[in-house]
C-alpha cells in the first residue's frame, strides 16, 4: 500500500538553528515527490517538486532533496517567517496524490 | 502558476443545511480537485471536478452529501449538503495547470457547523 510519512510531527528551533524535516515513502512508481507549505487558515502553497533519486531543489533558505526511500527539506538558518507547516505528498503511477499529515515548524526568535 | 480565489472564505452554518462553496481560476485548467482538511490534518481528496461530467468521487464521498458542478474550464463549485458538526473543516480547490505535474491552491473555505 502506498504510503507517505512525515517526521517529526512538529519541530521547535531557535532562529538560525538549521535542521531537516523528513518524509519518507513506498509507493509503486513514483512520477514526482512534491512540498508544500501550509500556514495557518490558508491554503498550501508549493514549494518544490522532485522527480527522482539525487534529485536537489533550493528556494531561500529551504533545500529539498530526494532519495529513493525519502525526502529532505533542510532549513538552514531559519527565521520567524519559516514557521509553518510543511506538507509532503508523492505521486504514484496511477497519477493519485498521497499527502503526510504533515511537519508543524516553529521558529522562536 | 495560476490565481485561485474561493467564495465564502468562512462561515458558520447550521446542522441541517447546506453551503455552496465557490472556485475560480483566472486560467482555463482541465484538471480541479476538491480537498477538505479537518482540524490538525493533512489533505483527504473528495472528488475531481470534471468539465462537461460528472465529477469522479473518492472513497467514502457521495454526490448526494457533496454535489460538484463544472460549467466550464475556470469555475467549479461545491455543495455540502445537510451539514452535520462533522462537516466542521477546511474545504480547498486546486488546480493542476498542463504544463506543470504539481497542484496549486486556493486559499480555502473554512466551515464551523453548529
Known amino acids: 500500500e502506498d504510503q507517505v510519512t512525515q517526521s517529526p510531527e512538529a519541530l521547535r528551533l531557535q532562529e538560525g538553528e538549521s535542521s531537516s524535516l523528513n518524509c519518507s515513502y513506498t509507493v509503486s512508481g513514483l512520477r514526482g515527490l512534491f512540498w508544500y507549505r501550509q500556514d495557518p487558515g490558508k491554503g498550501p502553497e508549493f514549494l518544490f517538486t522532485?522527480?527522482?533519486?539525487?534529485e536537489e531543489k533550493e528556494k531561500e533558505r529551504l533545500k529539498a532533496t530526494l532519495t529513493k526511500k525519502e525526502s529532505f527539506l533542510h532549513i538552514t538558518a531559519p527565521k520567524p517567517e519559516d514557521s509553518a507547516t510543511y506538507l509532503c505528498a508523492v505521486q504514484d503511477s496511477n497519477y493519485q496524490l498521497i499527502w503526510g499529515a504533515g511537519t508543524k515548524l516553529i521558529i522562536k526568535p | 502558476s495560476a490565481v485561485i480565489s474561493q467564495k465564502p472564505s468562512r462561515d458558520i452554518c447550521q446542522r441541517g443545511t447546506s453551503l455552496t462553496i465557490q472556485c475560480q481560476v483566472d486560467s482555463q485548467v482541465t484538471m480541479m480537485f476538491w480537498y477538505r482538511q479537518q482540524p490538525g490534518q493533512s489533505l483527504t481528496l473528495i472528488a475531481t471536478?470534471?468539465?462537461?461530467?460528472?465529477?469522479?468521487?473518492e472513497s467514502g464521498f457521495v454526490i448526494d452529501k457533496f454535489p460538484i458542478s463544472r460549467p466550464n474550464l475556470t469555475f467549479s463549485t461545491l455543495t455540502v449538503s445537510n451539514m452535520s458538526p462533522e462537516d466542521s473543516s477546511i474545504y480547498l480547490c486546486?488546480?493542476?495547470?498542463?504544463?506543470?505535474?504539481?497542484?496549486?491552491f486556493g486559499p480555502g473555505t473554512r466551515l464551523t457547523v453548529l
Open positions: 471536478a470534471n468539465q462537461g461530467s460528472e465529477a469522479t468521487y
Open positions: 486546486s488546480v493542476e495547470l498542463a504544463a506543470y505535474n504539481e497542484q496549486f
Open positions: 522532485l522527480y527522482s533519486a539525487g
